[in-house]
């Protein structure tokens, strides 16, 4: 769901889109990788109206017509949910090694796109102007489509690595009731367990048209709402009383509009602020360095709490979205509710959240329950920052893309599949290679686009890191 996180991030950093790119010829595995995402872009995967089933099923036909065997290519699909299959492929490799596999994951459900809205068909696959334009061009089906192609290309050219890769292309992490990574790892774990995955939430940052630099997602906030209720026994509104569930209701969110979480950082946000110090103004960079040197200081907390985004990676926030109340123009309400929105530092909880909120509304006759609970999986920790990880990330990228072009880990304050392979002990990096435009963020909306020049870049990106982490014999 996320589209890069450090888009939202720097939007401020952003220049103005990069000028399109006149086409080049294509090497084969790029054609292919576009035959690919043609396919998916034009499979409606959208929620409620798509099928997921359908595109799972299509790549399953092009792994089974390349050769994988039928045990390693399954399409899982969960009981009484017809359109919300999960295609699962595991790419063999070296026979006898104890190494754990890699899982690659990508969901293929798209949000919902009406061709009304769109300048272009949002289920047809469109280049124009250096770009591609389809619904899920950007999320997450760009991914999808080069995992399939770099595999596809792989298993042409005899590459057998030190470890098995799985990839799993799933349902519904966009919304809907039959999310593929949690139906996965309570139905067939064994299928997907690995030592860490690859998924969306990363990406790369364009600065005039160029690289500026390189996200790595290794940590995410947890979404939670809660339910904050007023109740009453109301009468007539030519008799008002004090005791008025709106105002009582009003007065508890008024409380949580000026409380303000504790400063909460791990792993990742620190790192985050060590290295965004070098690419802030002086104020803001001293700031950041202060707050990873003593997260009380209070002084470098304000400054750093003026930008929304910043405020975002430094704390749970928690902010009202949704209100109602009354049941008549010419009645006392008998309830007034509104929904408020949380989202919790991975070193925190629903449980903890809610409890705070319980303090700040204290004496307000304001009840909170939690709206949808979250279940029992335990805290998506953050995924650590190993070498294993991070050097190749780096040295791809000094590679690809220029030796100045930072490599920063990013703690997404959105929520991606990540959050529960995380939670069910498999850490997670959200790391493409596509790079865009921060001010030109499209995934969810109208004509959402992808730079070509950047998807056949992340391909390049994508093949280059699964071999070094996976091993095996290099190939072309």
């Known amino acids: 769901m996320i589209r890069s996180s450090w888009s939202l991030l720097l939007a401020g950093l952003a220049a103005l889109p990069v000028a399109a790119q006149a086409p080049q010829p294509l090497a084969p595995h790029q054609r292919l990788a576009r035959e690919v995402y043609r396919e998916l872009i034009e499979i409606n995967t959208a929620d409620s109206v798509g099928s997921v089933t359908r595109a799972a099923n299509a790549m399953a036909k092009r792994f089974r017509d390349a050769g994988f065997p039928a045990r390693d290519v399954q399409v899982l699909v969960p009981a009484g949910k017809p359109t919300k299959g999960n295609l699962v492929v595991r790419y063999r490799g070296r026979s006898g090694s104890s190494a754990k596999p890699i899982l690659l994951l990508a969901h293929l459900d798209v949000v919902a796109a009406l061709r009304s809205d769109w300048t272009l068909d949002p289920f047809v696959l469109t280049e124009r102007d250096g770009y591609f334009y389809g619904r899920g061009t950007g999320d997450d089906k760009a991914m999808a489509a080069i995992f399939v192609a770099n595999l596809l290309r792989d298993r042409k050219n005899g590459w057998v690595p030190d470890r098995d890769v799985i ?23 064994a299928l997907i367990d690995a030592a860490y995955a690859l998924n969306e939430g990363g990406g790369g940052s364009l600065r005039d048209g160029k690289p500026f630099l390189n996200s790595v997602q290794a940590a995410e906030k947890v979404y939670a709402d809660f339910t904050l209720t007023a109740r009453n026994r109301g009468g007539h509104s030519s008799v008002p009383r004090p005791d008025n569930a709106i105002y009582e209701l009003v007065d508890a969110l008024a409380r949580v509009a000026r409380y303000q979480f504790p400063v909460q950082l791990n792993e990742v946000s620190r790192t985050f602020f060590e290295r965004t110090a070098a690419l802030e103004t002086p104020e803001t960079a001293a700031a950041m360095r202060a707050v990873v ?88 920790i953050p995924s650590p920052l190993t070498a294993e990880i991070m050097d190749p990330v780096t040295s791809i990228t000094h590679e690809l893309f220029g030796d100045t072009v930072p490599v920063i880990p990013v703690m997404s304050t959105g929520a991606t599949d990540g959050r529960r392979l995380r939670s069910a002990g498999i850490p997670t990096y959200g790391v493409s290679g596509l790079f865009g435009d921060p001010a030109d963020s499209r995934a969810h909306g109208r004509d959402e686009r992808m730079l070509v020049k950047s998807f056949f870049d992340g391909q390049e990106f994508l093949h280059r890191l699964v071999h070094r982490l996976a091993g095996g014999q290099p190939i072309t």
């Open 167 to 189: 990839l799993a292309l799933t349902a519904d992490e966009e919304g809907g009731d039959a999310n593929g990574v949690d139906f996965l790892i309570d139905k067939h774990r």
């Open 293 to 380: 040197a003593n997260p009380s200081d209070s002084a470098a907390v304000a400054v750093l709490a003026r930008d929304p985004r910043y405020n975002s990676m430094l704390r749970t926030t928690c902010v009202a979205t949704r209100l109602s109340g009354g049941h008549a123009y010419n009645a006392l309400p008998q309830t007034a509710t509104a929904n408020v929105n949380c989202r919790i530092v991975p070193t925190s909880n629903p449980r903890e959240a809610r409890e705070a909120l319980v303090r700040v509304v204290a004496d307000t006759g304001v009840h909170i329950t939690e709206t949808i609970p979250l279940g029992d999986r335990g805290d998506p």
